[in-house]
Nanobody
Framework: HVQLVESGGGSVQAGGSLRLSCAAS????????MAWFRQKPGQEREGVAA???????TYADPVKRRFTISKDNAKNTLYLQMNSLKPEDTAIYYC????????????????????????WGQGTQVTVS
């Protein structure tokens, strides 16, 4: 069982930036994908960004050109750099280790990821006002 611990959430004004981190108990350069999801109040969890073992990434349309997903394999840590934050980005952000995912391209629809057997972190709150 993979353990994931998120950090870096907080409150920020619109237009500001935050960087989320996710420390993983497994190698981030393993043969699977890692991703960030978020859940807004009263809504279902949605994919934000994902990255495969080769560093290829895909993003949800609302965050393209504002958010950047990356990983440091030496530290087994996943990151999400969030710039130009908007109030609608307010949500709990979750890190995910997705077993049924091998390769991504920039055109991969993040909604197509199979998270039925994913491992999840506990989440970190991001509030933009």
């Amino acid at each position: 069982h993979v353990q994931l611990v998120e950090s870096g959430g907080g409150s920020v004004q619109a237009g500001g930036s935050l960087r989320l981190s996710c420390a993983a108990s497994t190698h981030t350069n393993s043969a699977y994908c890692m991703a960030w999801f978020r859940q807004k109040p009263g809504q279902e969890r949605e994919g934000v960004a994902a990255i495969d073992r080769d560093g290829q990434a895909t993003y949800a349309d609302p965050v393209k050109r504002r958010f950047t997903i990356s990983k440091d394999n030496a530290k087994n840590t996943l990151y999400l750099q969030m710039n130009s934050l908007k109030p609608e980005d307010t949500a709990i952000y979750y890190c995910a280790h997705i077993l049924r995912c091998l390769f991504l391209t920039p055109s991969t629809d993040i909604r197509s990821l199979d998270v039925s057997s994913a491992n999840w972190g506990q989440g970190t709150q991001v509030t933009v006002s």
